[in-house]
């Protein structure tokens, strides 16, 4: 059984930084790519940032890049999501998820485990 729980969220003003975690319980935590996601309200869930199982390859949405940064520590079973100069438009709420198709990173039905979110606010 693999359980992801995310953390991390808050309210930040425009500018401000957070980083948001994701535990993951369960085996082979390393042998798997991860990702995060965001869902706004009344939107679709859409790509943030992509990590494959070693952490030597990431990718990210046009939206965040050089903005956010993904991470894995896999000895602590953890993923990370830093992210810096936050604006209103990055409101929503952030989940982590487990992949085993780094190619189809980008596509949220690809991802067989996701924890339960953090909620992300950001005031202007």
């Known amino acids: 059984q693999v359980q992801l729980v995310e953390s991390g969220g808050g309210l930040v003003q425009a500018g401000g930084s957070l980083r948001l975690s994701c535990a993951a319980s369960?085996?082979?935590?390393?042998?798997?790519?991860m990702g995060w996601f965001r869902q706004a309200p009344g939107k679709e869930r859409e790509f943030v940032a992509g990590?494959?199982?070693?952490?030597?390859?990431?990718d990210y949405a046009d939206s965040v890049k050089g903005r956010f940064t993904i991470s894995r520590d896999n000895a602590k079973n953890t993923l990370y999501l830093q992210m810096n100069r936050l604006n209103p438009e990055d409101t929503a709420v952030y989940y982590c998820?487990?992949?085993?198709?780094?190619?189809?990173?980008?596509?949220?039905?690809?991802?067989?485990?996701w924890g339960q979110g953090t909620q992300v606010t950001v005031s202007s």
């Open positions: 998820g487990r992949t085993s198709d780094y190619n189809n990173r980008r596509t949220y039905t690809r991802y067989d485990y």
């Open positions: 369960g085996r082979r935590f390393n042998s798997y790519p």
């Open positions: 990590i494959n199982w070693s952490g030597y390859n990431t």
